[in-house]
């Protein structure tokens, strides 16, 4: 008995705060939750908005499963661009090794999946100043109506010049070829995949 | 009562120099640099460690007459990973950005030294007022620094401070080379040895 | 084979690759604090894989088996950091009654641990990289542990020759190491991309 009243004694302040801590927790939490939602959808919604800004509406598809570069099957997301009922374009989140962790890209496509419209990195971790470059307009315009086939990374060219050829950002060697090489992975199964059920057609 | 308000003057002008928690403390060095690359950042987490700061200075303060000295620890890092919670909360409801640029560093503000140390050494020992004051003016000795760091580091990486160019690069047409070392982790060790350094010898010109 | 490979890399890239010292900066404070004697920093780097393997294991158990089942995320920090304490004083009483000897060379830093940030960010970041298999989580921590040792026993090793250098008086002490801190960082730079 003795026991128990000491114990009380010593510890009835902690539980009635850590009781008083959650109460505060679960509060801000249940009056926050629906933004922090809200804004976690909102970051793929905004990056493809900046993309296709005539699109007002973006619909996610069915998932396509492909082989990874470490010929591994994963699925990838996709989705509809639509406006006024038309569709516009397509969008697909694409993934792969870059120089220091994973890269996330999200890749817009023309509605036949003829040409690039552009990329967007979602999430990578690659050396700032140098790799984290590939998100300058200097790099990512030169995708911007390149056309869906292979596409070669080369060190010297004209970045003005939008082919199937990519100028590398120097000192980037590295980062540069792995965006190329998940764009190339992703893109190409995707097109075959794709024409195969029919969801854009042959032209 | 002036005895009252010198000790509240005195202890919000402890944190700003004499006692500034990054440069004669040595305190909470994770924060100063993995976030000081930019301004923006740097500014954001200032904040939270203010908020967080003056939120676990109030509680602690209230309750210091029923702490147990051996549950002491135990029950700053309660209060702290509570209003760390909720730092962490707001930030991503209303700075999404900030929240995924600062990432870990966020819940890293539970083992910042500065708190638990101000918690320990200011807020179990006086009232209301001054543990509120000596809060404010240690967040904001610390903000403060960190924006200080942050404006050299942003300036010479990127010619830019607070996302608005100081330096027009060469990219950009301009003359400036940016120094991208600065903006990686060796920039952030070098600026604060330095930072250190500079405030060692203004020190010693005022002792002498 | 393959999950061989797997493990094998991950133990790697967080040991030498995002080593959290010197390239995430976590666990500043005792690498600059502790760091003055080669056999006080390995003591140290050894508590820290000591509780950091611990710790980042059970952390990773209770944030996938109870936490996002119950959908309690919210709490998440604050389970870690009870986690981190409760790990550190049953560590502390386990070595102090089985091995005395242990203990005392561990001394002042098994309850220092608890604020160091190396370990509550490694807890993180095995949650931020989504690491879903308990045996990479287990890797993952005992690979942070080395890397810390590792990092502040080079640190250490270069203090200890430090003393016989003549520093300028205003970069005495802190500055001069940080400094020094910095190269290293800059050396350990190299190592990027080596993981692919």
């Given at each position: 008995m003795l026991k128990i009243k000491y114990f009380v004694q010593q510890s009835w302040l902690l539980v009635v705060s850590a009781f008083m801590f959650g109460l505060l927790i679960a509060v801000t939490n249940a009056a926050l939750i629906d933004r922090i939602n809200a804004n976690n959808a909102n970051k793929v919604t905004d990056k493809l908005k900046s993309l296709i800004?005539?699109?007002d509406e973006f619909s996610k598809q069915e998932s396509i499963t492909i082989k990874s570069q470490q010929q591994s099957n994963v699925d990838v997301e996709i989705y509809k661009a639509v406006s006024d009922g038309q569709c516009q374009g397509w969008a697909f989140k694409a993934f792969g090794a870059g120089f220091a962790d994973k890269i996330t890209l999200i890749v817009v496509v023309d509605k036949s999946f003829e040409k690039i419209v552009g990329f967007s990195v979602l999430a990578s971790n690659e050396t700032?100043?140098?790799?984290?470059?590939?998100?300058?307009?200097?790099?990512?315009?030169?995708?911007?109506?390149?056309?869906?086939e292979k596409l070669n990374l080369v060190?010297?060219?004209?970045?003005d010049e939008i082919d199937s050829d990519i100028v590398a950002i120097s000192g980037a060697t590295v980062s540069s070829q792995a965006v190329v090489d998940i764009i190339n992975n992703t893109m190409l199964q995707l097109k075959i995949k794709m024409l195969e059920k029919g969801m854009i057609q042959d032209e | 009562m002036s005895s009252n308000e010198n000790k509240v003057s005195s202890t919000l002008l402890a944190g700003l120099w004499?006692?500034?928690?990054?440069?004669?403390?040595?305190?909470?060095?994770c924060p100063v640099l993995a976030v000081?690359?930019?301004c923006k950042p740097a500014l954001t987490m200032g904040f939270c460690v203010i908020f967080v700061l003056v939120c676990s200075n109030i509680v602690v303060s209230l309750m210091r007459n029923l702490l147990k000295p051996h549950l002491r620890i135990l029950m700053f890092t309660l209060t702290i990973a509570t209003f760390v919670t909720i730092a962490d909360l707001l930030l991503k409801a209303f700075q999404p950005e900030m929240s995924t640029a600062l990432g870990p560093y966020v819940p890293l503000i539970i083992v910042n030294c500065i708190i638990i140390g101000r918690a320990e050494a200011c807020a179990s020992k006086n009232d209301l007022l001054i543990s509120i004051v000596d809060a404010i003016s240690m967040g904001t000795g610390f903000t403060i620094t960190l924006c200080v760091l942050a404006a050299v580091r942003e300036l010479l990486s990127t010619g830019k401070i607070f996302e608005l160019t100081v330096l027009p690069t060469v990219e950009a047409g301009g003359w400036f080379v940016p120094w991208?070392?600065?903006?990686l982790p060796v920039g952030a060790f070098v600026t604060l040895g330095l930072g250190l350094a500079i405030v060692n010898v203004i020190c010693k010109k005022k002792q002498a | 084979m393959e999950t061989v490979t797997t493990l094998l890399l991950a133990f790697i890239s967080i040991v030498i690759v995002n080593n959290l010292v010197l390239t995430?900066?976590?666990?500043i404070c005792p690498y600059l604090?502790?760091?003055?004697?080669i056999d006080m920093a390995f003591g140290m780097g050894m508590a820290v894989t000591f509780v950091v393997t611990i710790s980042g294991t059970l952390t990773w158990m209770i944030d996938n088996w109870i936490l996002m089942p119950l959908g309690l995320e919210v709490t998440r920090y604050i389970c870690f950091i009870l986690v981190i304490a409760g790990a550190v004083q049953l560590v502390e009483m386990y070595l102090r009654k089985f091995f005395p000897m242990l203990y005392e060379s561990f001394g002042i830093f098994l309850p220092l641990?608890?604020?160091?940030?190396a370990i509550l960010g490694l807890c993180l970041f095995i949650n931020l990289w989504g690491i879903d298999s308990l045996v990479e989580a287990v890797v993952l921590s005992f690979g942070a542990g080395v890397g810390f040792t590792m990092a502040i026993c080079i640190m250490a090793g270069i203090r200890e020759k430090l003393k016989f250098v003549d520093v300028p008086d205003c970069f005495a002490g802190a500055p001069i190491t940080l400094i020094t801190a910095g190269i290293l960082t800059l050396a350990f730079m190299g190592f990027a991309g080596m993981i692919k």
């Amino acid at each position: 008995m003795l026991k128990i009243k000491y114990f009380v004694q010593q510890s009835w302040l902690l539980v009635v705060s850590a009781f008083m801590f959650g109460l505060l927790i679960a509060v801000t939490n249940a009056a926050l939750i629906d933004r922090i939602n809200a804004n976690n959808a909102n970051k793929v919604t905004d990056k493809l908005k900046s993309l296709i800004p005539d699109a007002d509406e973006f619909s996610k598809q069915e998932s396509i499963t492909i082989k990874s570069q470490q010929q591994s099957n994963v699925d990838v997301e996709i989705y509809k661009a639509v406006s006024d009922g038309q569709c516009q374009g397509w969008a697909f989140k694409a993934f792969g090794a870059g120089f220091a962790d994973k890269i996330t890209l999200i890749v817009v496509v023309d509605k036949s999946f003829e040409k690039i419209v552009g990329f967007s990195v979602l999430a990578s971790n690659e050396t700032p100043g140098f790799g984290d470059r590939i998100s300058n307009s200097f790099y990512r315009d030169q995708f911007a109506g390149a056309p869906t086939e292979k596409l070669n990374l080369v060190k010297v060219g004209d970045a003005d010049e939008i082919d199937s050829d990519i100028v590398a950002i120097s000192g980037a060697t590295v980062s540069s070829q792995a965006v190329v090489d998940i764009i190339n992975n992703t893109m190409l199964q995707l097109k075959i995949k794709m024409l195969e059920k029919g969801m854009i057609q042959d032209e | 009562m002036s005895s009252n308000e010198n000790k509240v003057s005195s202890t919000l002008l402890a944190g700003l120099w004499k006692e500034n928690p990054v440069f004669r403390l040595l305190l909470g060095m994770c924060p100063v640099l993995a976030v000081t690359a930019a301004c923006k950042p740097a500014l954001t987490m200032g904040f939270c460690v203010i908020f967080v700061l003056v939120c676990s200075n109030i509680v602690v303060s209230l309750m210091r007459n029923l702490l147990k000295p051996h549950l002491r620890i135990l029950m700053f890092t309660l209060t702290i990973a509570t209003f760390v919670t909720i730092a962490d909360l707001l930030l991503k409801a209303f700075q999404p950005e900030m929240s995924t640029a600062l990432g870990p560093y966020v819940p890293l503000i539970i083992v910042n030294c500065i708190i638990i140390g101000r918690a320990e050494a200011c807020a179990s020992k006086n009232d209301l007022l001054i543990s509120i004051v000596d809060a404010i003016s240690m967040g904001t000795g610390f903000t403060i620094t960190l924006c200080v760091l942050a404006a050299v580091r942003e300036l010479l990486s990127t010619g830019k401070i607070f996302e608005l160019t100081v330096l027009p690069t060469v990219e950009a047409g301009g003359w400036f080379v940016p120094w991208t070392a600065m903006m990686l982790p060796v920039g952030a060790f070098v600026t604060l040895g330095l930072g250190l350094a500079i405030v060692n010898v203004i020190c010693k010109k005022k002792q002498a | 084979m393959e999950t061989v490979t797997t493990l094998l890399l991950a133990f790697i890239s967080i040991v030498i690759v995002n080593n959290l010292v010197l390239t995430k900066f976590l666990g500043i404070c005792p690498y600059l604090g502790v760091s003055g004697r080669i056999d006080m920093a390995f003591g140290m780097g050894m508590a820290v894989t000591f509780v950091v393997t611990i710790s980042g294991t059970l952390t990773w158990m209770i944030d996938n088996w109870i936490l996002m089942p119950l959908g309690l995320e919210v709490t998440r920090y604050i389970c870690f950091i009870l986690v981190i304490a409760g790990a550190v004083q049953l560590v502390e009483m386990y070595l102090r009654k089985f091995f005395p000897m242990l203990y005392e060379s561990f001394g002042i830093f098994l309850p220092l641990i608890t604020t160091n940030c190396a370990i509550l960010g490694l807890c993180l970041f095995i949650n931020l990289w989504g690491i879903d298999s308990l045996v990479e989580a287990v890797v993952l921590s005992f690979g942070a542990g080395v890397g810390f040792t590792m990092a502040i026993c080079i640190m250490a090793g270069i203090r200890e020759k430090l003393k016989f250098v003549d520093v300028p008086d205003c970069f005495a002490g802190a500055p001069i190491t940080l400094i020094t801190a910095g190269i290293l960082t800059l050396a350990f730079m190299g190592f990027a991309g080596m993981i692919k």
